[in-house]
């Protein structure tokens, strides 16, 4: 312990020790103790009269010194005080008792048979000395007509204290005023703490300080009421307010300071049965203040008092629990057990439980303070540290963070170095690409011109060797079936050799760019008959048929014309020579669709769609020649002009490969033409 926490501490039990040495002072100083010379007598159902007391002997009073009850009901208590004889003649001030009892009646000689009531039920306004407790004023002379034995009546539902004291006007002033200012300390203090407890809160957005500002604040407002403040400064002329106030506050103050104890010392996650128990007696103390509106004061009071007391034991348990448990928690937990302290010799004094002393009259003000303060310092000492384990936590995490930093500048500088090693390595694999792609574009150049140059020179014998065979095939003098036969391979040959050259230029021509090539109207007839005669003359297998009312198609005829070509050219190949291939056009909505279809052994599925890549054959195209070209040429060449290229068919019987052209946009001045429906089969 600190020697600036004990210096504290110190300073708190003298400031809650002033207040009685205060009291002894004044008492030597010019106040008269009545203790000594007062005698109670019991009234459990409180009907006796002034009359029926006063008549009753001497004898019939028992007891001396301060009286205290506990009653809770309708009973009162008579006390009767036989004044000194050597009482100095003139006017004191009586106190019978504290400021919290409820109905304090003085009878006398000279003051009515009624007597005077000045108890907390009294408005304020109707005293005659403006004082915080009940104080009569007495005339005391010489004269034996003048009251010399005083009778007092007191009832309360709750403790009944009676502490007689008799008081010159000056030296009871100056009690007064030393009281007053007392108090004022000890308010003071307590208002510095909860402004305290509120700072921290805003300062460091913990909900705990502002739970403990509302304990202290709570605290603080129920003193004021016990001690006949609140009534005195703000309830001047509303006496059952502060009746009301006073037994409701203090239920509220019990029942919160049951659940923040429990908060505090942090039990609700070791012992959550605990923490729900006290949660349920705090509401349940605390739904006292609306049973105070409809049940008997003292049947409330007593009960909830019960069950606090019962919970005194468990609470206590619980700190010893901590105490070991949690040695952050030690402060705290010496906080709580010096208020359990002085709320069980309160309770236990108010019960009735304990002997009435200086001590357990005076617990709840000596003791509170006391408690207020080490609560204080306790989550001070809380939050000194948290901020010392913040730091020390701060200054690992700093660490950690600087070594991460360091390990991680390591990796990033390796990182580095590997990218710069892979930019150069790309540098140069890029430069090494360049230098292929500028050797593949002159090569692929050169092979350009030479496809162009050849085409050329081969076009032109070709074409003569085919006018010249076709010539002698229909001289009159040239007709022996040997050489008709052997003019007939020529023309195939060479139209063979045509259309590969053809072929070849087309594949090429896909290459160049979509400006190169110039789009047409025409009509699907033109295209079939484009086609047809490449092969009409060669053989007459061809079955090629269109219908003139087909809408008319959009796209590059020489590239379509090639397109088709290829696949009458591979169904002539494909189909035995006794067969037939046939050539059909459809309208299929927004397209037109021709079929090639032969008489061939089908395309196997693994090669359906491998056929349509470049330079791939199909696994029965052994013998035929042919150099994998022609679907891979014909599915571009639909593609680029809006249609497609698929395989229809391919069953046993054979294949059907299906050819789509998109139709050309109507003209605005042409009228509708009426075309057959999708599925109808065009024939000329």
Same mark, same amino acid.
């Given at each position: 312990? =600190?020697?600036?926490?004990?210096?504290?501490?110190?300073?708190?039990? /003298?400031?809650?020790a002033?207040?009685a040495?205060a009291?002894?002072?004044?008492?030597?100083?010019?106040?008269?103790d009545?203790?000594?010379?007062?005698?109670?007598?019991?009234?459990?159902?409180?009907?006796?009269?002034y009359?029926?007391?006063?008549?009753?002997?001497?004898?019939?009073?028992?007891?001396?010194?301060?009286?205290?009850?506990?009653t809770?009901?309708?009973?009162?208590?008579?006390v009767?005080?036989?004044?000194?004889d050597?009482l100095?003649?003139?006017?004191?001030?009586? $106190?019978p008792?504290?400021?919290?009892?409820?109905?304090v009646?003085?009878?006398?000689?000279?003051?009515?048979? +009624?007597?005077?009531?000045? *108890?907390?039920?009294?408005?304020?306004?109707?005293?005659?000395? /403006?004082?915080?407790?009940?104080?009569?004023?007495?005339?005391?002379?010489?004269? %034996?007509?003048?009251?010399? $034995?005083?009778?007092?009546?007191?009832?309360?539902?709750?403790?009944?204290?009676?502490?007689?004291?008799?008081?010159r006007?000056?030296?009871?002033?100056?009690?007064?005023?030393?009281?007053y200012?007392?108090?004022?300390?000890?308010?003071?203090a307590?208002?510095?703490?909860?402004?305290?407890?509120?700072?921290?809160?805003?300062?460091?957005?913990?909900?705990?300080?502002?739970?403990?500002?509302?304990?202290l604040?709570?605290?603080?407002?129920l003193?004021?009421?016990?001690?006949?403040f609140?009534?005195?400064?703000?309830?001047?002329?509303?006496?059952?307010s502060?009746?009301?106030?006073?037994?409701?506050?203090?239920? &509220?103050?019990?029942?919160?300071?049951?659940?923040?104890?429990v908060?505090?010392i942090?039990?609700?996650?070791r012992?959550?049965w605990?923490?729900?128990?006290?949660? /349920?007696?705090?509401?349940?103390?605390?739904s *006292?203040?609306?049973?105070?509106?409809?049940?008997?004061?003292?049947?409330?009071?007593?009960?909830?008092?019960?069950?606090?007391?019962?919970?005194?034991p468990?609470?206590?348990?619980?700190? $010893?629990?901590?105490w070991?448990?949690?040695?952050d928690?030690?402060?705290?937990?010496?906080?709580?057990? $010096? @208020?359990?302290? *002085?709320?069980?010799?309160?309770?236990?004094?108010?019960?009735?439980?304990l002997?009435?002393? +200086?001590?357990?009259?005076? =617990?709840?003000?000596?003791?509170?303070? &006391?408690?207020?303060?080490?609560?204080s310092?306790?989550?001070?000492?809380?939050?000194?540290?948290?901020?010392?384990?913040?730091? +020390?936590?701060?200054?690992?995490?700093?660490?950690?963070?600087d070594?991460?930093?360091?390990?991680?500048?390591?990796?990033?500088?390796s990182?580095?170095?590997?990218?710069?090693?892979?930019?150069?390595?790309?540098?140069?694999?890029? /430069?090494?690409?360049?230098?292929?792609?500028?050797?593949?574009?002159?090569?692929?150049?050169?092979?350009r011109?030479?496809?162009?140059?050849?085409?050329? +020179?081969?076009?032109?014998?070709?074409s003569?060797i085919?006018?010249?065979?076709?010539?002698?095939r229909?001289?009159?003098?040239?007709?022996?079936?040997?050489? @008709?036969?052997?003019l007939?391979?020529?023309?195939?040959?060479?139209?063979?050799m045509?259309?590969?050259?053809?072929?070849?230029?087309?594949?090429d021509?896909?290459?160049?760019?979509?400006?190169?090539?110039?789009?047409?109207?025409?009509?699907? !007839?033109?295209?079939?008959s484009?086609?047809?005669?490449?092969?009409?003359?060669?053989?007459? !297998?061809?079955?090629?048929?269109c219908?003139v009312?087909?809408?008319?198609?959009?796209?590059?005829?020489?590239?379509?014309?090639?397109?088709?070509?290829?696949?009458?050219?591979?169904a002539l190949?494909?189909?035995p020579?006794?067969?037939t291939?046939? &050539?059909?056009?459809y309208?299929?909505? %927004?397209?037109?669709?021709?079929?090639?279809?032969?008489?061939?052994?089908?395309?196997?599925?693994?090669?359906?769609?491998?056929?349509?890549q470049?330079?791939? !054959?199909?696994?029965?195209?052994?013998?035929?020649?042919?150099a994998?070209?022609?679907?891979?040429?014909?599915?571009?060449?639909a593609?680029?002009? *809006?249609?497609?290229?698929?395989?229809?068919?391919?069953?046993?019987?054979?294949?059907?490969? =299906?050819?789509?052209?998109?139709?050309?946009a109507?003209l605005a001045?042409?009228?509708?033409?009426?075309?057959?429906?999708?599925g109808?089969?065009?024939?000329?």
């Amino acid at each position: 312990m =600190s020697s600036r926490l004990l210096l504290t501490l110190l300073l708190a039990l /003298a400031a809650c020790a002033w207040p009685a040495g205060a009291r002894a002072q004044a008492h030597a100083s010019g106040g008269i103790d009545l203790a000594p010379y007062a005698s109670h007598l019991a009234d459990p159902t409180g009907r006796l009269t002034y009359d029926a007391v006063r008549r009753m002997p001497a004898e019939a009073f028992s007891g001396g010194g301060p009286f205290e009850r506990a009653t809770y009901r309708d009973g009162a208590v008579w006390v009767r005080i036989a004044l000194p004889d050597d009482l100095t003649p003139g006017t004191w001030w009586f $106190v019978p008792c504290p400021a919290r009892i409820g109905s304090v009646r003085l009878y006398a000689d000279g003051i009515g048979d +009624e007597g005077r009531e000045l *108890g907390a039920s009294t408005p304020f306004v109707e005293r005659d000395v /403006a004082f915080r407790k009940p104080v009569f004023a007495l005339d005391v002379r010489d004269d %034996d007509a003048r009251p010399r $034995v005083l009778f007092v009546r007191v009832a309360s539902q709750g403790a009944i204290l009676v502490t007689p004291q008799l008081w010159r006007p000056e030296a009871f002033a100056a009690m007064a005023g030393r009281e007053y200012a007392i108090w004022g300390l000890y308010f003071g203090a307590l208002g510095l703490l909860v402004l305290l407890n509120v700072y921290f809160w805003f300062d460091l957005r913990r909900s705990l300080y502002l739970y403990c500002a509302m304990y202290l604040s709570l605290f603080l407002a129920l003193l004021l009421l016990l001690e006949g403040f609140a009534a005195q400064w703000w309830f001047r002329g509303q006496p059952g307010s502060v009746v009301y106030l006073t037994r409701a506050l203090a239920l &509220v103050t019990m029942g919160y300071t049951l659940w923040f104890g429990v908060q505090l010392i942090e039990i609700g996650r070791r012992l959550p049965w605990a923490y729900a128990l006290a949660c /349920a007696l705090s509401l349940a103390l605390v739904s *006292g203040t609306v049973l105070l509106l409809f049940l008997p004061d003292g049947v409330v009071l007593v009960a909830m008092l019960w069950l606090r007391v019962l919970w005194q034991p468990v609470f206590a348990c619980l700190l $010893v629990m901590q105490w070991r448990a949690r040695p952050d928690l030690r402060w705290v937990v010496i906080a709580f057990a $010096v @208020q359990v302290a *002085g709320s069980s010799a309160a309770m236990g004094h108010t019960l009735g439980l304990l002997p009435s002393n +200086e001590w357990t009259r005076h =617990s709840l003000d000596f003791i509170g303070l &006391v408690h207020m303060v080490m609560l204080s310092v306790a989550l001070m000492s809380r939050l000194r540290d948290s901020e010392r384990r913040a730091l +020390e936590m701060s200054i690992r995490a700093e660490a950690r963070l600087d070594q991460k930093v360091s390990e991680r500048t390591a990796e990033l500088a390796s990182i580095n170095r590997r990218l710069e090693t892979e930019i150069a390595e790309r540098r140069a694999a890029q /430069a090494e690409l360049d230098a292929a792609l500028r050797s593949e574009r002159a090569t692929h150049e050169t092979q350009r011109e030479f496809v162009a140059m050849v085409s050329h +020179e081969f076009r032109t014998p070709l074409s003569i060797i085919k006018a010249v065979a076709q010539r002698l095939r229909t001289h009159s003098s040239l007709a022996g079936a040997d050489l @008709q036969q052997r003019l007939a391979r020529l023309d195939r040959a060479t139209q063979r050799m045509t259309a590969m050259i053809e072929t070849y230029l087309a594949d090429d021509r896909m290459r160049e760019p979509e400006a190169a090539r110039a789009a047409t109207r025409f009509a699907p !007839r033109t295209l079939i008959s484009a086609a047809a005669e490449l092969h009409s003359a060669m053989d007459e !297998r061809l079955d090629a048929v269109c219908h003139v009312e087909l809408p008319e198609v959009e796209g590059d005829l020489p590239l379509l014309t090639i397109a088709l070509s290829n696949l009458i050219d591979n169904a002539l190949k494909y189909s035995p020579l006794e067969t037939t291939v046939r &050539v059909r056009a459809y309208h299929a909505g %927004d397209q037109v669709r021709i079929d090639v279809g032969d008489r061939g052994g089908g395309v196997p599925e693994a090669d359906r769609e491998r056929i349509f890549q470049r330079y791939v !054959r199909g696994s029965d195209g052994s013998g035929r020649p042919g150099a994998g070209l022609g679907l891979h040429l014909a599915r571009e060449i639909a593609r680029r002009n *809006g249609g497609d290229l698929v395989l229809a068919d391919a069953g046993p019987e054979g294949s059907t490969f =299906s050819l789509r052209i998109p139709c050309a946009a109507p003209l605005a001045e042409e009228a509708p033409v009426r075309v057959p429906e999708r599925g109808d089969e065009v024939v000329a």
